[in-house]
């Protein structure tokens, strides 16, 4: 069996971590604040953490909640908001956990179609003519997992007119923002309507996976609700990683990390998508303008289920399209490139397009 390469998780490589960095960051830290870290904290983070994010999206403290990881981030917010037949839109493809998170929930997940510039708004509302009445709609406007595509302007504003208008929240949940290699930065849909929405993001993607700090930004009200969630969840969330974190970001760390873990990006998702036009042009996918993601559709009636375990056979893993809907998705697969090197692309593509002809092979007709 060949060495395994994996196009399955979300992380960054060990060698665009800023190991260094984190290091002194902790050193910081602790001789800065070692009452304030080691300390149990509040519910709502670590002070100095908690200001800094809020200076970012000019808001106040109050409106800020930092959280262990933005998946817990989510849940809490999933707790104050969804009851069980609670209509929740979500963009098909989603990100696979938060369709879980969801389903947990007994939600009634209503899924929108993903276009290359973001949810099917036209498709959006006719669910809503159609009489969903939801409470809240969960969108990654940027570099979507799994599908690595953003939610455009137009469509940014389209979805805050019908949410105004259906009384629904948006959950903003924005974890690779910083991570646009190409193209223009677009404005959150939260400095849009800090009321209509909430917004997520993470340290995990910029700064170490491990580290995992996540946070809300919302209404005030909103905020203090999620806060009283989080108490009787723990009595506060890590005080050392936040202050870790604090302490890289606001040494300048932070914008250095995001610049080295883009500039190996870029050079990943080009080789990726060079890689496959030139071994796998049955191939179809939209070229990433950021983020660690690429979703790729085979021919319809591809057995994707049977070139995953083709794939395995010869040490490529990848997570196939049908994790991330609810029904479908048949000839669908996520890539991610965010945490293999240029070499183990070029490699891996070779053996998944071997796979592929494999399959294609046991698949066609006799003669």
């Not at 490589?13 to 070692?34: C, K, M, T």
């Not at 909640?65 to 009851?83: I, P, W, Y």
């Not at 929405?197 to 340290?203: D, L, P």
């Not at 057995?303 to 048949?330: I, M, N, P, Q, Y």
């Amino acid at each position: 069996m060949p060495e395994t390469i994996s196009f399955a998780r979300g992380a960054p490589s060990l060698d665009i971590i800023d190991v260094e960095g984190l290091r002194g960051a902790a050193g910081r830290a602790f001789a800065n604040d070692p009452g304030g870290l080691t300390a149990y904290g509040t519910s709502v983070g670590y002070p100095p953490l908690r200001a800094w994010i809020a200076e970012r999206h000019g808001v106040g403290p109050e409106c800020v909640l930092v959280t262990n990881g933005s998946m817990q981030a989510d849940a809490f917010l999933f707790d104050a908001l969804v009851a069980p037949g609670d209509s929740v839109i979500v963009e098909r493809p989603t990100y696979d956990r938060t369709l879980l998170s969801l389903r947990n929930r007994g939600a009634d997940v209503r899924m929108v179609e993903l276009e290359p510039d973001g949810i099917d708004v036209a498709a959006l509302e006719r669910v809503l003519t159609a009489g969903a009445n939801p409470t809240l709609a969960h969108i990654i406007p940027n570099f979507q997992n799994p599908a690595g595509y953003t939610l455009s302007v137009d469509k940014r504003e389209r979805l805050l007119e019908l949410a105004r208008a259906r009384g629904f929240t948006i959950f903003e949940d924005d974890p690779y923002v910083a991570l646009r290699f190409e193209g223009q930065q677009l404005p959150s849909i939260f400095s849009m309507d800090g009321e209509t929405v909430v917004y997520a993001s993470s340290f995990s993607k910029t700064v170490c996976p491990g580290i995992r700090v996540g946070y809300l930004v919302g209404a005030e009200d909103m905020i203090a609700t999620i806060a009283k969630i989080a108490t009787s969840t723990y009595i506060s969330p890590s005080m050392v990683s936040q202050g870790i974190v604090y302490e890289f970001c606001r040494s300048g760390a932070l914008e250095r990390s995001i610049e080295m873990v883009k500039t190996a990006l870029r050079e990943r998702a080009a080789t990726l998508c060079a890689a496959l036009r030139h071994e796998l042009p049955d191939a179809r996918f939209v070229e990433p303008q950021g983020g660690y993601f690429l979703w790729v559709e085979l021919p319809r009636g591809t057995d994707v289920d049977a070139l995953f375990t083709a794939a395995a056979g010869r040490g490529v893993v990848f997570v196939k399209g049908s994790e991330f809907v609810l029904e479908g998705g048949d000839s669908s697969l996520r890539l991610a490139y965010s945490g293999v090197t240029p070499a183990e692309i070029e490699e891996g593509i070779k053996r998944l397009a071997d796979a592929y002809a494999e399959i294609e092979a046991v698949g066609a007709p006799a003669a």
